[in-house]
């Protein structure tokens, strides 16, 4: 844990969704009763955005006015003591295929098309009840350029389909045709599809591990715990879902997330 955090300290690390040097304003405009929502639901209400589509919480996850009026609860995968992995909503019948296509502005940039793939390549990897496939355009998870000072943002399943949107703020993450690039993009937009079909951050109790500074327990559990059998006692490093990247950072798929993808779906 502390070589982890002594690891972190000497790289840039990025949230997900915020970058690390944007100051946390906390916005008047949102009233307490959305923010007992949000912390109903068990995130943190330190760093609410409002956005287009709902409201933004843990630096990249967008959560809709029907996602807020929806009753708490989901299933909770717990590893160690730190990190776990959660969904709130889980897509339904699988088994079933996920395509997903880029918006124009992001197809025409170095890199997106193939790191969609591996995206795609990553899960279908995994035998589970779900598959994925790139089309040329629309589909059921469209991704589309944005502008703003995060890397990517997506939501969670609603009506038992995957959220249908991810924002990707490419000027933030860069463009490139090298492997190590690719990889990069593959591991952001993985994570955000991790959104889509239900996962929450695996650190949200302790968002220091991934993020660095102090540990800042995102959000009340209001359901119970599953440990996962045969998975590590202490601290897995660099699970998908983590919420922090270090610029140029590669996460495929661990022993956890795989098993946990397994149980899930
Ligand atoms: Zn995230």
């Not at 079933?96 to 502005?105: D, E, G």
């Amino acid at each position: 844990m502390r070589k982890m955090l002594a690891i972190c300290a000497l790289i840039t690390l990025t949230i997900m969704g915020c970058k690390k040097d944007v100051a946390v304003v906390e916005d008047e405009s949102i009233s307490q009763d959305i923010l007992a929502q949000v912390h109903q639901h068990g995130f943190g209400t330190s760093d609410v955005k409002k956005v287009e589509e709902g409201y933004l919480v843990e630096g990249d996850i967008i959560l809709t006015p029907e996602f807020l009026n929806s009753k708490p609860g989901g299933n909770f995968l717990r590893i160690a003591n730190e990190e776990q992995y959660r969904t709130t909503n889980l897509v339904t019948g699988t088994p079933r295929n996920i395509t997903m296509s880029l918006h124009s502005k992001l197809s025409s940039q170095a890199g997106y098309s193939q790191a969609l793939q591996e995206v795609a390549d990553r899960y279908n990897a995994e035998t589970i009840g779900l598959t994925f496939s790139v089309v040329a355009s629309g589909g059921t998870i469209q991704f589309v350029n944005g502008n703003g000072p995060y890397l990517a943002s997506a939501g969670f399943p609603s009506g038992g389909n995957p959220y249908n949107k991810v924002t990707v703020y490419s000027r933030n993450i860069g463009k490139g045709t090298t492997p190590t690039f690719i990889n990069y993009l593959a591991t952001i937009l993985a994570h955000e599809v991790g959104h889509c079909i239900g996962f929450r951050h695996t650190d949200y109790m302790n968002r220091a591990y991934s993020c660095g500074g102090s540990a800042t327990n995102e959000g009340a559990s209001t359901v119970g715990a599953v440990h996962i059998a045969g998975t590590p006692t202490g601290p897995d490093a660099g699970s998908f879902m983590l919420a922090c990247i270090g610029s140029g950072q590669n996460r495929p798929f661990n022993t956890n997330d795989k098993i946990a993808l397994d149980v899930l779906y």
